[in-house]
């Protein structure tokens, strides 16, 4: 196909004055290479005498396009219908030169008009349909209309304008606006960094000053909507936090409460324990069986104490978890919590302190208590006997 678009155009240049072209189907003088050509690639033309029709209309069935010159492409756009997978031909570019745009080519510098056309259509395109951006459209006035607190601000586009050959490759910078254009808070930012900057320009010039400067507006429109979520994300995460602060109180408040009830248990079982081992204290089996109750109410006070540990453990990992997320979202935001994490912490303090003390003193009561139960059991006899005989004498 190159052969054939390279000999149509050397042909053209050579009998510019015996070649016609009205909109759509292209005349030139009988010439038996090109019709070979033409025949070679599958692609019909008609021959009247001694001259040849080539319909520059007809889609031949591969996603192949013809275009007699750079106008003609621009006029004819809408009957592309796969860019990017279609192999479009022009013929004649600045009247010496063609372009040929296999399908899947990336953006080539030396024809960018038709990569950047492309682009602009499919940007204009995209934009009209975004109603959350645009107010309204006025097809026939090639307008769109843009709302604010100042009132509407009319934006003016050229559908067929040849300027965007001058940009660099818009591809890149229309995928980045697709892709913002997904959060609505980020149009509306996008909209502000427009209008500051287009209201000054003449309204039919409006729509290709937002092409020409999209990467600067979208970069500025970003950075309003970093800010805004930074905002939002700080008082979602103060509205969080006031919730789990709560939980992390009440979880402390629990683990008290069971922590007290075993301080409280402690002196009581033990006293109760020394009472009935002192009542029964010339019987040995029973004392022995005293201390045995009272060991496995140790046990079972240890276990009580380990559950209340493991608690604030978990506590404790929840609220060091919660801790990371909110550094992580800015040191600035954790300061506004950092002295409700210090009460949480310092409250976990005291009580993992208790607990342990608490574990030393249950140890240290059931040593005591099998020492008096050993001296009941194996000494008060003696000291009795000597009592006697120090009496009597």
Sequence with gaps: MIELVKALNEFIGKNENKVSFNGLVLEFPKDENLIKLFKANGLSIEIDGQVCSFNLGVNNGDRSYFFYNENDFLRRYDSISEFDDSNIYVLRVANTSYWVKTAGLSFDPSFSLLFNFNIYRRILAFILRSTDFISYSIEEKHEFILLDVQGPTEIGYNPLDVRVAQLDNLKPVFERLQEMFEKYEFQQFFKEAVLISIKKVERGDRFYRLIESLSVFLDHAEKDYKIYLKKFAFENIKSKFKEERTKYFESIEKNIDSINKQVTAFPLTFSASVFASYQVKEKPFILFFILLAYALYTFVAWKVLNVSYRNLEGVRNDVNDE????????????????????????????????????RVVLIFLLVLFMAFVIHQSFFSNVEIALDKIFTGI
Excluded: H, P, R
């Design 323 to 358: 801790s990371a997320a909110i550094k992580t979202a800015g040191i600035v935001i954790y300061q506004e919590f950092e002295e409700d994490f210090n009460k949480v912490y310092a409250k976990l303090k005291q009580l993992f302190n208790l607990v342990i003390i608490l």
